[in-house]
């Protein structure tokens, strides 16, 4: 929760300050895609050094590491010479440190339960996370209105100390089975073929890859609610926070339902929902409206989420988790950084509401050609 909560916090000044910069949609686009661009360099490499390390050890490392470039900010912003680059840079060196914890977290979750309950391990331990994803934008917000973007990156920084010493608190063993691997590319090339072997973990990636990528919305946020609803930092906080409510609410449809075996079913209705929000938040005039189209954003995203992370959790041996866990990152951080760069492309010549209208008439498309091009997904059962 800790560490969750310090990148959001440090996300949301992060943008903030770069439309206060340069006023510039797509510069907010560039924003996102070059925190996300690690994620796609190195999530196969993280993958492997997470079936090849201590998991317990890698989580330690890469909080204390992300204190770095919080502090950075805050000191450049004192001094009043911080620039759009800076922000860039610093954004792209935190995200390269934190792509090395998500696979090592990941291969953790499956030791502690056993395979049918799963599923709602993973809803619970979405519900944690998007918890810190709905405190951190609004704490941002109000930081930022409240104290100036230099306590708040300062705040942000200083989440992880704590973060990383509970880690220590951490009993499970972290070293995984079978001992230390060789890494390489051939370590490499086992993650891909489990992927394409397991053809529904494969359709179920490149569902979430056609989805988010026309219908990455969060860069356009900032846009809205400077320029449409005109609500400042606490209102772009909520517009944040929004999604993270809806993912709460998604998470505890998902363990009331409990281990649905129709998985396919659900991600594929899922994604359709996800559609009709963003269509409702292109067409949205009122922010309170807007807000709640995020919700339904947020709700649908994580039962796609959940169902998608389970299933690979549920197919891959221990030994494959964090090669398996980190092809899953690659995937969705890759769409969220070409969806962010296509995003702000859009919102620059068309306006943002607009680009969110295309984006889910794109979305309804890329859902029925992957259900009819793979059957599979609609039949899959657990």
Known sequence: MLAALSVQVRGIAGVYQVYE???SAFQLGVTSFLQALPFVLFGLFAGVIADSFDRKKLLLLSFLLQVVPGLLLALLTLSGTVRVWHIYTLGFIGAAVEVFSWPARAAMVPRLVPPPVLMNAVAINTMIIQTSFLA???IGGFLIDRSGLVATYLIGAMAFVPAALAILLVRTPGAPEGGRRAIGLRSLWEGVEFIWIQRIVLSLFLLDFGVTLVGFYRPLLPVLAADL???GAT?????YAAPSIGSLLGSM???????????GVLVIVAALCFAGGLALLGVSRWFWLSAAA???LGFTDSISVAVRRTVVQLLAPDAMLGRASGLMVVFAQAT????????GAAAQAIGAPTALLAGSAACVV????ISRAIPQLWAYRS
Do not use: E, Q
């Open 229 to 231: 609803f005109r609500v």
């Open 366 to 369: 890329i859902v029925f050609g």
């Open 294 to 296: 995020a919700v339904l």
């Open 253 to 263: 449809a998902v363990l009331a339902a409990g281990d649905a075996r129709r998985k």
């Open 136 to 138: 951190g934008p609004a």
């Open 336 to 343: 969220n950084g070409l969806g962010a760069l296509l995003a």
């Open 235 to 239: 209102g772009l906080g909520i517009l």
């Open 21 to 23: 910069l340069s006023g």
